[in-house]
């Protein structure tokens, strides 16, 4: 059997997406993005070229997509062959070309130094940007571009914006998505996707500032700062922009769901905030919280855990106090409060001898959201009946003369176990479904549990093996419907967060 492998690109795309959203460049909430076409600065080499299929995949089709390419007169023939490369990949990628060329009428201009390479540059993007304004640009710089601009600016003399090395955006127009990833896996990536760019040998010429700094400088700090050596710089960087450049993110936007005892947020986007602001935003958050009743958690968990957390790895189940606890999946933060108190909460079903002029009943959960339970004198069972955005389930309650069970709503503990099937084969533990889910681990405090005796039968979204049930075709039939506050609730459960 051959396994498929995974994509290459799905670990930055996600990332990725949030620098958009962070810089409102992708429709959120039925807010329209800031522009409606994107230019991509593209060179031929690995970084642009990656960013490149990076940008066609993080698109949509209201988003129109062009290549830019700029040809700088400083060897006729690599200049002639990279045109050619970038004109090929915007055929294979299906997408239009605006090239244009140095004024220079020297074609082969060796010695140029890169100040006079960066202005001319930047002439063509503020040319191409004042012809056509409904666009942004897109430029491939990365980490170890940024860091290697912050040890250029250490010793220039430089104030502390200097310090920022290179900005995620510049003049409100020009955007750098890849400052998050460095050369090295960006290069990986293409390899694994089998994506050919062109390797530029003037990297590799020592007469370069940024060259020698690459070479040789960066070679010596990591010899006496392990394992990380200059990439630390790449943090402090990141830091200052926060510090110093305005903030587009304002918080009340930050949280992408919010409702008693639960909160859930965009760990890229609360690190993208300066130190202050996350503060400020824990605290107005935890606020908010307290007007429910709720213990609160010291802030100061919060903001060492949410400080040293990588938004790459799962954080499950970590206690951060008073009740709450935090688990990171997929970059999504969620907060959620345990509601110790109704730890041992459950509601007994009565039987169906004893349902007499019951019809219908709405149980509010001490956890949030609410489950509807209705009831019909019928023997058939109906599933898949909802009551608006829920999830529901159906089961056969015994009659005044059937065995007597024992039907119950509780909320999950440790040892539960589901029913088990007709081979009698042993019953599984609860435990085992979450591992498969992409529901976040918290989560799983918050959903009711239906249980036979000791048997789970149904988890909204997760379990049901209520057909399992042996009935002889009389008694009730019995309808739970779980809802929540969210109606888009449902969708988080069954997608990746």
């Known amino acids: 059997m051959t396994i498929p ?7 930055f795309e996600s990332k990725a997406r949030d620098f958009f959203f962070r810089h409102a460049l992708l429709a959120r909430e039925g807010n329209p993005p800031r522009f409606r076409e994107w230019a991509i600065a593209v060179s031929g080499g690995g970084d642009s070229v990656f960013l490149c ?55 082969s201009r060796q010695n140029i130094s890169e100040t006079v390479l960066r202005q001319e540059r930047h002439s063509f993007f503020e040319s191409y940007l004042s012809t056509h304004p409904q666009s942004a640009i897109f430029l491939g710089h990365q980490l170890d571009d940024r860091i290697e601009t912050v040890l250029a600016n250490l010793f220039r003399g430089g104030g502390p914006r200097s310090l920022i090395g290179i900005a995620e955006e510049s003049r409100g127009r020009i955007f750098r998505p890849l400052l998050g990833f460095r050369r090295e896996e960006i290069r990986q990536a293409l390899v694994l996707e089998g994506l050919p760019y062109r390797d530029d040998p003037a990297n590799l010429d020592p007469a370069h500032l ?22 630390h710089l790449g943090h402090l960087a990141t830091l200052m922009e926060r510090e110093i450049s305005p903030n587009r993110i304002l918080t009340p936007l930050l949280c992408e769901e919010e409702s008693p005892g639960k909160v859930r947020f965009s760990l890229y ?12 935003f824990l605290r107005s958050l935890l606020n908010r919280q307290g007007n429910f009743g709720l213990p609160l958690p010291p802030e100061r968990n919060l903001l060492r855990t949410l400080e040293e957390a990588d938004p790459g790895k799962n954080l499950l189940n970590y206690p951060v106090g008073k009740d709450w606890i935090l688990s990171i999946v997929f970059g999504r933060t969620d907060l959620v ?11 007994e079903l009565p039987p169906g001898a004893q349902q007499d002029g019951f019809t219908a009943t ?30 529901s389930a159906s089961l056969m309650l015994p009659d005044q003369t059937g065995p007597k069970e024992s039907f119950s709503v509780c909320y999950w503990t440790p040892g539960q176990r589901i029913l088990p099937d007709q081979t009698g084969g042993s019953p599984r533990s609860v435990s085992s479904i979450w591992k498969n889910r992409p529901l976040p ?42 809802q929540v506050r969210e109606r888009s609730e449902w969708k988080k459960f069954l997608e990746n967060p």
């Open 5 to 11: 492998l995974l994509d290459p690109l799905d670990p």
């Open 53 to 107: 299929h990076l940008l066609k995949r993080l698109a949509t089709p209201s988003i129109s997509l062009t290549i830019l390419h700029f040809n700088h007169h400083t060897d006729e023939k690599k200049n002639k062959d990279d045109q050619k490369f970038v004109e090929n990949l915007s055929r294979t990628m299906g997408l239009p070309i605006y090239a244009r060329c140095s004024p220079s009428p020297n074609l």
């Open 210 to 231: 940024r060259n020698r700094i690459r070479l040789t400088l960066r070679g010596e700090i990591d010899r006496f700062f392990p394992p990380y050596g200059s990439r």
């Open 269 to 280: 986007m609360y690190q993208s905030l300066r130190p202050s602001a996350q503060g400020l």
């Open 337 to 347: 409060y345990k509601y110790p108190e109704s730890n041992n909460w459950r509601y």
């Open 362 to 391: 709405t149980i509010p959960l001490p956890r949030g959201g609410t489950l509807f339970v209705e009831r019909s004198n019928r023997s058939e069972i109906v599933r898949d009946r909802s009551r608006g955005p829920g999830i």
């Open 441 to 482: 681990w918290s989560r799983k405090f918050m959903l009711p549990v239906l249980c036979r005796g000791p048997y789970a039968l149904w988890i909204p979204g997760i379990l049901d093996v209520t057909g399992l049930l042996p009935h002889n075709g009389s008694g009730s039939a019995v309808t739970l419907t779980y």
